[in-house]
């Protein structure tokens, strides 16, 4: 898979602002694929921007999803949510993985301490969508500490096979979509038991919007 560079200052229509960000994944090398996954036969149709950790497998391009209820990511974390905070269990893979993200490179230690008491801590079962391409606008930032999971990304531009690829304990996703204000784009589905935590999308919002004042200030 072609790892082309996407560089760039975005706009992000509900929380007023402009960060700049890189990944890994061209706009044309995310797409979909479909699958049968768990919670009453919905049909997964897969890809996203995380880095990814090893190519599981590869399959075809297959016919554009049908739209979604916009309420199904919401719905999907009051299910798998357990308790709000971090577990003390987790907390170093947590404050590791945010000091290393892009989105927090200028985010002081104190505030990541902060941003971790609202975090919401949520438990899922082995084959459980986590979210949906296209469900609607994308609502909370995820982190894994347990288990592993997988999204879709195409191999090239011109090809119309697609791999599945790893998310494991420490990796963080679900921001490029809430960066850029757009739908999710690919589904997210567990691969074992898995716990991960989320942060709501005006929370991390609000922490860009800091930074950006102190970066201009």
Known sequence: ???????????????????????NLSKNELST???????????SKSMTKITPSHTIAVTK??????????????????????????????G????????????????????????????IKCEVKKDIVIYE???????FFYILTKGKMHYNA???????EFQDLSIKPGNCF????????ISRLCDVVSDEDCVFYVLKRNDLLDILKNVRKKKLS
């Open 61 to 90: 391009k297959l016919p554009p999803p049908s739209p979604k209820d916009l309420s199904y990511e919401k719905s999907q974390i009051n299910k798998f949510k357990t308790q709000t905070g971090v577990n003390k269990n987790d």
């Open 133 to 139: 391409k296209d469900c609607d606008d994308a609502e």
């Open 33 to 43: 694929r479909s699958n049968t996954f768990k919670l009453g036969g919905r049909n």
């Open 92 to 119: 170093e893979i947590i404050e590791k993985s945010l000091t290393n993200h892009y989105l927090f490179h200028y985010v002081e230690n104190e505030t990541i301490k902060k941003l971790m008491t609202k975090l």
């Open 154 to 160: 195409q191999v090239s531009e011109k090809s119309n």
């Open 174 to 181: 679900g921001d490029y979509e809430i960066i850029n204000d």
């Open 1 to 23: 898979m072609g790892n082309t560079a996407l560089k760039g200052t975005t706009k992000s229509k509900k929380g007023g602002v402009t960060f700049g960000l890189t990944t």
